[in-house]
């Protein structure tokens, strides 16, 4: 069975440091630091199989994290 290549998931930086600021804020809920992280370790560039096991996560929930992140910054305007 062959490995389907997901599209990079590439962030700006604006992105990238409020993401970071997300997962290393004291009041931030725990859920929204998990999917900062999420995002974060995608944009590293590892697939989702990878990235769930890095953090422990199932690879569905790192499916439905890329996928929201990647939909929510393709419509938005350039």
């Known amino acids: 069975m062959a ?3 997901l599209a990079p998931l590439t ?3 604006e992105e990238r440091a409020e ?3 997300l997962t290393m ?3 931030t809920a725990q859920a929204l630091a998990l999917r ?3 995002v974060l370790t995608c944009a590293e560039g590892g697939q989702n199989k ?3 096991t890095n953090l422990g996560l ?3 929930t790192v499916g439905k994290w890329r996928r929201r ?3 929510a910054t393709h419509g938005r305007a350039a």
């Open 3 to 5: 490995v389907q290549q």
């Open 19 to 21: 993401l970071k600021s």
């Open 58 to 60: 199932d690879r569905s």
């Open 50 to 52: 990878e990235v769930a």
């Open 11 to 13: 962030l700006s930086d």
């Open 25 to 27: 804020r004291r009041k």
């Open 69 to 71: 992140f990647c939909g």
């Open 36 to 38: 900062a992280r999420i």
